[in-house]
Every structure is written in structure tokens, then in C-alpha cells.
Nanobody
Framework: QVQLVESGGGLVQPGGSLRLSCAAS????????MGWYRQAPGKQRELVAS???????TYANSVKGRFTISRDNAKNTVYLQMNSLRPEDTAVYYC??????????????WGQGTQVNLSS
């Protein structure tokens, strides 16, 4: 019913910037929370940043001051502006969204992931 389409990943040099986008499509009335997770080789998937519908944000300590998450509720789209990228930021970045169910509660949706690779 809901698909998350990610874009913006790629190869970038240390110190560079990338902007990730994730657009939700399908039968959606609203989305509670959207966020970005990442999984580096040999590591567990971790939260990078999340943003609630009221634009309250949370960030992993490792990205504070460098990454900025934002959302456009009308477009059901979340963005992640990544500046001052470091080699340790190399990972597959996944978009996540929580959407309400008809009978109450919510369901979690995941994107397929987009690769961010730091290389000098």
C-alpha cells in the first residue's frame, strides 16, 4: 500500500555533502514519524535521525551538527542533508516511515536503501 522511494546517494569525497530524499507514495492519510537509519559493513543498523509530524527531531550523536533532517508533510517526503561527510559515514541509508492503520495503531514502512560511499 505504501512505498518509500529513496534518492540522492552516491560516491562523495570526505568533507563533501549529499542530500538524501525519501518520498512516500500510496494510500496515505498522514505519517507520524519519518527517519533515516544506516547500516555500515559489519555493523548493526542504527538510527541516524528522525522527525515527527510536528518537526521535532532527534539525531545520533555522531551526526549532530553535520546532518539535518527535514520533512514536507504535504508531499510525504523526508530529507537528510549531510555535510562534512566522513569515511565512517559510509553505509546504506534506509528511509523509515510510520503510518496509521485503519483500525488503530500504526505500521512501519522501510525503503530499499541508498548507498552512501565516502572515497578519497
Amino acid at each position: 500500500q505504501v512505498q518509500l522511494v529513496e534518492s540522492g546517494g552516491g560516491l562523495v569525497q570526505p568533507g563533501g555533502s549529499l542530500r538524501l530524499s525519501c518520498a512516500a507514495s500510496g494510500i496515505i492519510f498522514s505519517i507520524y514519524t519519518m527517519g533515516w537509519y544506516r547500516q555500515a559493513p559489519g555493523k548493526q543498523r542504527e538510527l541516524v535521525a528522525s522527525i515527527a509530524r510536528d518537526h521535532t527531531t532527534t539525531y545520533a550523536n555522531s551526526v549532530k551538527g553535520r546532518f539535518t533532517i527535514s520533512r514536507d508533510n504535504a508531499k510525504n517526503t523526508v530529507y537528510l542533508q549531510m555535510n562534512s561527510l566522513r569515511p565512517e559515514d559510509t553505509a546504506v541509508y534506509y528511509c523509515k516511515a510510520d503510518a496509521p492503520l485503519l483500525g488503530g495503531g500504526f505500521r512501519i514502512y522501510w525503503g530499499q536503501g541508498t548507498q552512501v560511499n565516502l572515497s578519497s
